[in-house]
């Protein structure tokens, strides 16, 4: 079966602008979790959905990120006034079930946003 | 505000060296995760360990959790080029979080 897709693969956008990030999890995944990924570092969390809900969004940085999940299948990231420093590539991941420990994150390739 | 950290950040070999590369942290957890990157892909689940002192092995890569559940090592025995990667370590901590705290990386590039 298909893995996770992420749309778009790039985005560049200006400086205040709003952006909107889409993952499409693996059918039948219950959980799915959004990082993000500077140069030169390792993914870092930012949110995690169970079913409909936020489960855990303590990464999420400030109030200008924001995350859906509205039918508990595809989810989207929300920016909001873009900002230099947002750029970075945007992964998503889902797993079977509720979190655990031994659950395999299946990541998709990931949105590179650039703000300019 | 946990951190692992990942050693050496750069690793260039030839075809056919071993190496070892390291993922410290002053915090437990619950399992350790190493993942491989390739360029413009997200990474990709290699082993999970959980026991302390536990050690696993896949093909020419073999990885050890710490005792005391702090600390992990990946070690690749005669390394070819399509070993080439970003290899990451994540920690879990368990309980109800969802989060994956994942090292910096360790960049290797195997030489033919």
């Known amino acids: 079966g298909a893995g996770v897709s992420q749309t778009p693969s790039n985005k560049v956008t200006e400086k205040g602008k709003y952006v909107e990030l889409r993952c499409d999890p693996i059918?039948?995944?219950?959980?799915l979790y959004w990082y993000r990924q500077s140069l030169g570092q390792g993914p870092e969390f930012l949110i995690y959905f169970q079913g409909t809900g936020a489960a855990d969004d303590s990464g999420l940085p400030n109030d200008r990120f924001f995350a859906v999940r509205p039918e508990g299948s595809v989810s989207t990231l929300k920016i909001q006034r873009t900002e230099r420093g947002d750029s970075a590539v945007y992964l998503c991941?889902?797993?079977?079930?509720?979190?655990?420990?031994?659950?395999?994150?299946?990541f998709g390739p990931g949105t590179r946003l650039t703000v300019l | 505000t946990q951190l692992l950290e990942q050693s050496p950040q750069f690793l260039s070999i030839q075809e056919g060296e071993n190496l070892t590369v390291y993922c410290n942290s002053s915090s437990v957890f619950s399992s350790l995760q190493w993942y491989r990157q390739e360029p413009g892909e997200g990474p990709v689940l290699l082993v999970t360990?959980?026991?302390?002192?536990e050690v696993k092995k896949l093909k020419r890569l073999t990885f050890q959790f710490g005792d005391a559940r702090k600390d992990s090592s990946l070690h690749i025995t005669a390394a070819q080029p399509g070993d080439t990667g970003l290899y990451l370590c994540?920690?879990?901590?368990?309980?109800?979080?969802?989060?994956?705290?994942f090292g910096k990386g360790t960049k290797l590039s195997v030489k033919p």
């Open positions: 991941a889902s797993s079977e079930g509720r979190w655990s420990s031994y659950n395999e994150q299946f």
């Open positions: 994540a920690g879990a901590k368990g309980g109800s979080q969802g989060n994956l705290i």
């Open positions: 059918s039948g995944h219950t959980a």
């Open positions: 360990v959980v026991t302390g002192g």
